[in-house]
């Protein structure tokens, strides 16, 4: 056996297709393209998400219209005007809002809850919910009512301080900056006055001494 002599095994070896080589080669003129049309044609071709001219699927799905925060936290809301009924001393947590149907269906997925402010709100009375409004606070409080905020999902209380509504930045500015007519200009006091000892020194005039000695001398010869 020499070099050349070994062979590849019948079928393992398969020779590669030679396109547009003449009518008698089995794949001349058209090489296996089919006639004319865009598939046909050197260079051409239709991409991947060509849909034959229909709208595509990528422009068919929203893109960046909006933005949706993943974070955020869905409250079941309750307006006090559904509370006005409730007598005076009465507890009203989530659970019993649950058993008066007064929240919406939350058998698949419950909801903390939140009280809004809408109309009056009753009085002397207990509430328990996972957040309210600074409107809801303030009725709460005038009517003699407590709202207790709780922690969601197990409801147990937080001590919270009811936040203050922030001083717009414009009004704050304003009362900072003095008023005009309230700037008084400071009097020069009494011990701020130049002293005596710090007053210029009297300028003579020139031939003031002359004149005094001329006086002595008419004063002298008088006497005599």
């Known amino acids: 056996m020499k070099l050349h002599d070994p062979r590849p095994n019948p079928g393992s070896h398969q020779l590669p297709r030679r396109l547009g080589r003449g009518h008698g080669s089995g794949r001349g003129k058209t090489a296996g393209r089919g006639t004319k049309g865009?598939?046909?044609?050197?260079?051409?071709?239709?991409?991947?998400?060509f849909e034959g001219g229909q709208t595509p699927l990528h422009i068919r799905t929203p893109k960046l219209h909006g933005f949706k925060n993943r974070f955020r936290v869905e409250y079941a809301p309750l307006?006090?005007?559904?509370?006005?009924?409730?007598?005076?001393?009465?507890?009203?947590t989530p659970d019993v809002l649950r058993h008066d149907q007064l929240l919406r269906d939350q058998k698949t997925r419950p909801m903390p809850v939140k009280i809004l402010g809408g109309d009056d709100a009753p009085r002397g009375v207990t509430i328990h919910a996972h957040a309210f409004t600074r409107s809801a606070l303030?009725?709460?409080?005038?009517?003699?009512?407590?709202?207790q905020l709780i922690?969601?999902?197990?409801?147990?209380?937080?001590?919270?301080?009811?936040?203050?509504?922030p001083e717009p930045k414009r009004r704050a500015k304003r009362a900072a900056k003095p008023a005009a007519d309230a700037i008084e200009e400071d009097e020069p006091a009494a011990d701020d006055a130049p002293?005596?000892?710090?007053?210029?020194?009297?300028v003579e005039a020139p031939g003031a001494e002359e004149e005094a000695e001329t006086k002595t001398a008419d004063e002298s010869e008088s006497e005599s």
């Open 195 to 202: 002293a005596e000892d710090d007053a210029p020194p009297a």
């Open 151 to 165: 922690s969601w999902p197990d409801g147990a209380p937080i001590s919270f301080e009811p936040e203050a509504k």
């Open 138 to 147: 303030a009725k709460l409080a005038e009517a003699g009512s407590t709202a």
């Open 38 to 49: 865009q598939k046909s044609r050197a260079g051409g071709g239709i991409p991947a998400w």
């Open 79 to 92: 307006n006090l005007a559904r509370l006005s009924d409730a007598a005076a001393g009465t507890l009203i």
